[in-house]
Each structure stands twice: as structure tokens, then as C-alpha cells.
T-cell receptor, first 114, second 112 residues
């Protein structure tokens, strides 16, 4: 049990729709990172939020956006869904500058785009 | 850019040692990690090594780092069926954000 909770666990969306995924951070953590894991691949970094500001972004288009709230929970929004967006989306909660063993991943949200 | 490569599959017999290998390209990585992912689950941090070390042992796990060759390995002693999973190595880029770059994962199958 990592204390990092993602919701929903699974969902199915239609191409062109929009989706919001949620992540609640572990208590005391101020940084959330989001990753996309396509089937058979390793996770790829989407972006990171630190104290409600985007703090770095991977190679993802602007239709992937995020928010971090004052309680450090976070949302990942994806607009104009494409079939290739089907993946497991993982969030990782940490305290900026903390040692590696203090960063925890949630169980992920499995998104299927049809 | 960063790139992390792993072999796709490894099969070992229960009780034997497993060695999972990884090569990376970013020489500025500060930490290198090993994660375990079981079916339908998120990522579990197994162990990590700081880039100025060449070995780290943690119970059944031994990590070896060859910085010159940019090669990382994870040895699991006395492999058990519960070790069957996908293992990812990852390097951390501490530039703008502390982001992890993962390999494609090695599926470890443990047979009786």
C-alpha cells in the first residue's frame, strides 16, 4: 500500500472524446509525475507538477494537460482522444529532492480508446 | 536523448539465480533504478543505485553498475515463482524535472 490512489481504475472512451484521470498524492508529498505505459512498453514521462506548477514535460502534445491542486492531488486531462492513447496511465508521488525510495507509484488507470 | 535498453524475456528455474541486464545512454544519470511490475499492477521500486557506486546488495538482490560501459544488471538469488513479473530498469534525469526514463522491460518467467 503506497498511499497513492488513482481513479478510475479502468475506463473506456470513444475517439475524439476528452478524459480526466485523477491521482491523490501520499501525505506530505508535493510533487506528482504522470507516465503513459503503452502495452508491452516501459512507462514514458508525460509531465511533472510541483507546487501546482508544471515542472517539466516529456514529448507529448498539448492535448495532454494537467493540474495540481493545493492539497497536491493531481489531474491528467487528455483532449481529442486517439486510439494510440490507449494505455496504462501511472502517477508517481514524491517530495522534490527526496531520496528515490520515497517516490511511490499508484496502481494506474487503464484507458481504452475505441 | 536518453535511451534505456533491456532484453525482452528471461526464463529461469526456481532456486536458480536470475540476471537481468540493461544498458543506458545518459552518462549524467544520478540514480539508476530497478522496478517490478506484476500483471495488472503499478510499479514497485525494488532497489536503486547511486551513480558513484558500482555495487549494491539488498537481501536477495544485487545491483552491479559499470559506468564505463553504461551497463546495469540486477541479480536475483534463489529465484522464486513469486519473482515472476516484468522488471524495468530506469535512469533518472535530474534536469528540469526529476523524470525517469524506463527501458522496455524484461519479462522474468520462473519455472518449477
Amino acid at each position: 500500500e503506497t498511499g497513492v490512489t488513482q481513479s478510475p481504475t479502468h475506463l473506456i472512451k470513444t475517439r475524439g472524446q476528452q478524459v480526466t484521470l485523477r491521482c491523490s498524492s501520499q501525505s506530505g508529498h508535493n510533487t506528482v509525475s504522470w507516465y503513459q505505459q503503452a502495452l508491452g512498453q516501459g512507462p514514458q514521462f508525460i509531465f511533472q507538477y510541483y507546487r501546482e506548477e508544471e515542472n517539466g514535460r516529456g514529448n507529448f502534445p498539448p492535448r495532454f494537460s494537467g493540474l495540481q491542486f493545493p492539497n497536491y492531488s493531481s489531474e491528467l486531462n487528455v483532449n481529442a482522444l486517439e486510439l494510440d492513447d490507449s494505455a496504462l496511465y501511472l502517477c508517481a508521488s514524491s517530495y522534490l529532492g527526496a531520496p528515490p525510495e520515497e517516490a511511490f507509484f499508484g496502481q494506474g488507470t487503464r484507458l481504452t480508446v475505441v | 536523448g536518453e535511451d534505456v535498453e533491456q532484453s525482452l524475456f528471461l526464463s529461469v528455474r526456481e532456486g536458480d539465480s536470475s540476471v537481468i541486464n540493461c544498458t543506458y545512454t545518459d552518462s549524467s544519470s544520478t540514480y539508476l533504478y530497478w522496478y517490478k511490475q506484476e500483471p495488472g499492477a503499478g510499479l514497485q521500486l525494488l532497489t536503486y543505485i547511486f551513480s558513484n557506486m558500482d555495487m549494491k546488495q539488498d537481501q536477495r538482490l544485487t545491483v552491479l553498475l559499470n559506468k564505463k560501459d553504461k551497463h546495469l544488471s540486477l541479480r536475483i538469488a534463489d529465484t522464486q515463482t513469486g519473482d515472476s513479473a516484468i522488471y524495468f530498469c530506469a535512469e533518472m534525469d535530474t534536469g528540469t524535472a526529476s523524470k525517469l526514463t524506463f527501458g522496455t522491460g524484461t519479462r522474468l518467467q520462473v519455472t518449477l
